[in-house]
């Protein structure tokens, strides 16, 4: 069955620091989706990106930068210069298969980040 | 254009109360299903609905009951609250169910069984 692991159950920086958070996946799929959610303190999910598994290419979005890599089943997300409202749990989530033609999501359990001023 | 909107946001229940929780969406998507979020252990599938008249359970359906009559709409009852059951619920729903389209996610409804 598909696993989303995410180590990292908690990760401190202070501002302006750079900081990566670790996504590592299983799945006997050869076509696949990767999510990143964000979830701040008022508690709602915030999507971030979705990658196919057939796109390797890296992607940058601002202060944000996600590293696709195949070989090693990793979907690491990196936030360059944080700042303090980067603070929340961030979501990793692999889909899977379903009946009637669906996916469903498989979350990994969250990495807490805390951005101190 | 409201999306995905969940009520209540807050409710607390005592053991043996049954109660539903609403999920409802205007983006016309046959694909909704029901997340439950606890510490730790990231979010897991319920129940899922493709279409008015067909649900299917998830990876943790036991306590909990779904139907869908309309499109719009795809309400889960707890018929006797657990404190088990105490958690972030959140309904989220796409075009087709399947995830080239993403899921558009409510804002959740965090309830707490004593």
């Known amino acids: 069955a598909q696993k989303v692991t995410q180590a990292q159950t908690e990760i401190s920086v202070v501002e302006k620091e750079d900081v990566t958070l670790d996504c590592v996946y299983e799945t006997r799929d050869t076509t696949y989706y990767l999510f990143w959610y964000k979830q701040p303190p008022s508690g709602e999910l915030v999507f971030l990106i979705r990658?196919?598994?057939?796109?390797?290419q890296n992607e940058i979005s601002g202060r944000y930068s996600w590293n696709f890599q195949k070989s090693t089943s990793s979907f690491n997300f990196t936030i360059t210069a944080s700042q303090v409202v980067d603070s929340a749990v961030y979501f990793c989530a692999l889909s899977e298969p379903s009946l009637y033609n669906t996916d469903k999501l498989i979350f990994g359990t969250g990495t807490r980040l805390q951005v101190f001023p | 254009n409201a999306g995905v909107t969940q009520t209540p946001k807050f409710q607390v229940l005592k053991t043996g109360q049954s109660m539903t929780l609403q999920c409802a969406q205007d983006?016309?998507?046959?694909?909704m299903s029901w997340y439950r979020q606890d510490p730790g252990m990231g979010l897991r599938l319920i129940h899922y609905?493709?279409?008015?008249?067909?649900?299917d359970q998830g990876e943790v359906p036991n306590g909990y009951n779904v139907s869908r009559s309309t499109t719009e709409d795809f309400p889960l009852r707890l018929l006797s609250a657990a404190p088990s059951q105490t958690s972030v619920y959140f309904c989220?729903?796409?075009?087709?169910?399947?995830?080239?389209?993403?899921?558009?996610f409510g804002s959740g409804t965090r309830l707490t069984v004593v």
């Open positions: 990658r196919n598994s057939f796109d390797e």
């Open positions: 989220a729903s796409s075009l087709t169910g399947r995830l080239n389209y993403g899921y558009t």
């Open positions: 609905s493709v279409g008015a008249g067909i649900t």
């Open positions: 983006m016309n998507h046959e694909y």
